[in-house]
């Protein structure tokens, strides 16, 4: 027996059914050098996933490792945030920063699960009130608050919830009612749907919003700039304070800007991240209004959030990413992938569109000839991809749509080499699925 098949029988005797595997022969990843890691049976491949967009910086980067095994030397792995951790305070003092949210503190979790289920909670105390605004076809966490805001059925396991949740247009510009639109009208066809669920759908004194700028595992669908900022000017008219979650869309992956939120010129009154903050080690957060964050009324604290090991590899890591602008290859490599998919859709109708902003891509299949989600192309290119030595994800409302997203230091040589094995899978895929 393989050395993969050996531990995928071990895998499903003792973890659940439903802990997702990627391929028809899972692989185990045990080195890593870069933008390239290697399997547990010797096969390297180019990652284009990063860990679901958390190596944003790569494997074995000199100064992150550095910074992690300088704080293990001190013989401190974990204080609880009932001591004062210098790493902690540097971090959040720049985030703070760099947030542009006025008064702004920060509390630090272990995932984004974790930071969206904390605004949610500071969101229904600050306004006295279980009701939240979601979008559909989002994704926020795992969690019981979290599946609750979650507008995708594929990742909502359960209808019981904390929280009263009301959905509104928005998120899935592809499809839908609105689909034909302009962005003008499509805008203002959502503004239009925001105020009705409001007026129709609540008791009126709702607590948040909560949304993604770009909807990771909703397939990276990118609804039109500005949209954000026209639903705030609703939000501010009863005080409904507007959470983005940027924990897929934070720290320049975008291209564009720092905070994906920012497209739409507006200042949100939380932010939650995680994923590429800590470069692989387990951290999240959310950053917002100091009258906001201070609203919680009894005792609370996070035993392992903003722990000093977990800082010190975000602190470098963000040091890193500000000092080589990694926002800037990030808009300049994604450029380059987008252009280079649209002119292989172009020759392969099985691609029924390509979105996105900088590293974060989103390459949508059909069946060519028409606008019907096909997920059987999907598995087909996660398995022409792998055995070209390429990982890539998928996701959507439908299974149906790639997910491209590598770490932000990716090369333009390994941009070009991405796009040739897309290509031809590509190639392959839509020949199959047009017998």
Request: aromatic share 6%; net charge negative.
């Amino acid at each position: 027996m393989s050395s993969h098949a050996d531990l995928l029988a071990r895998h499903r005797a003792v973890l659940p059914g439903w802990l997702a595997l990627y391929y028809d022969e899972p692989i185990e990843i045990v080195r890593g050098d870069g933008r390239r890691v290697t399997d547990a049976e010797g096969r390297e491949y180019l990652d284009f996933f990063a860990g679901i967009l958390t190596n944003a910086i790569g494997y074995d980067i000199a100064e992150i490792s550095d910074a992690v095994r300088s704080q293990l030397s001190s013989g401190i792995v974990h204080t609880s945030t009932l001591y004062l951790i210098r790493q902690q305070v540097e971090l959040a003092e720049k985030i703070a920063r760099l947030s542009g949210i006025p008064d702004a503190k920060v509390f630090f979790t272990n995932s984004g699960t974790e930071a969206n289920e904390t605004a949610m909670m500071l969101a229904t105390q600050h306004r006295r009130s279980n009701q939240v605004l979601a979008l559909r076809n989002s994704y926020h966490g795992r969690g019981f608050g979290t599946i609750a805001v979650t507008g995708n059925r594929g990742w909502s396991a359960s209808s019981l919830s904390p929280v009263n949740v009301s959905y509104v247009h928005g998120g899935n510009r592809n499809r839908g009612p609105f689909k034909d639109f302009s962005d003008a009208d499509y805008i203002k066809a959502c503004v239009a749907d925001l105020r009705e669920v409001l007026a129709t759908a609540t008791a009126g004194d709702v607590a948040c919003l909560i949304g993604e700028p770009i909807q990771g595992v909703g397939g990276f669908t990118t609804p039109p700039d500005g949209l954000f900022a026209a639903f705030k000017e609703v939000l501010d008219e009863t005080g409904i304070l507007l959470i983005s979650d940027e924990v897929q869309t934070g720290w320049g992956r975008t291209g564009e800007h720092f905070w994906g939120i920012q497209a739409h010129g507006v200042v949100p009154d939380m932010m939650t991240f995680a994923k590429g903050l800590g470069n692989g080690m387990a951290i999240g957060g959310l950053v917002a209004r100091g009258d906001v964050m201070d609203s919680l009324t009894a005792n609370s604290i996070s035993t392992f959030g903003g722990n000093p090991i977990s800082t010190a590899a975000a602190n470098a890591t963000l040091d890193f990413l500000l000092e080589h602008d990694l926002q800037a290859n990030a808009l300049k490599l994604g450029n380059k992938l987008m252009n280079g998919l649209r002119h292989i859709a172009d020759e392969n109708p099985v691609i029924g569109d390509v979105r996105g902003k900088g590293l974060m891509i989103g390459v949508e299949l059909v069946q060519p000839g028409s606008d019907t989600p096909s997920a059987p192309a999907a598995v087909k290119m996660m398995e022409e991809t792998r055995k070209r030595g390429l990982l890539i994800g998928k996701g959507g409302l439908n299974g149906n749509t790639l997910r491209l997203a590598p770490p932000m230091t990716l090369t333009e040589p390994e941009a070009d080499e991405a796009l040739q094995i897309l290509a031809e899978s590509i190639a392959v895929t839509n020949e199959e699925l047009s017998r």
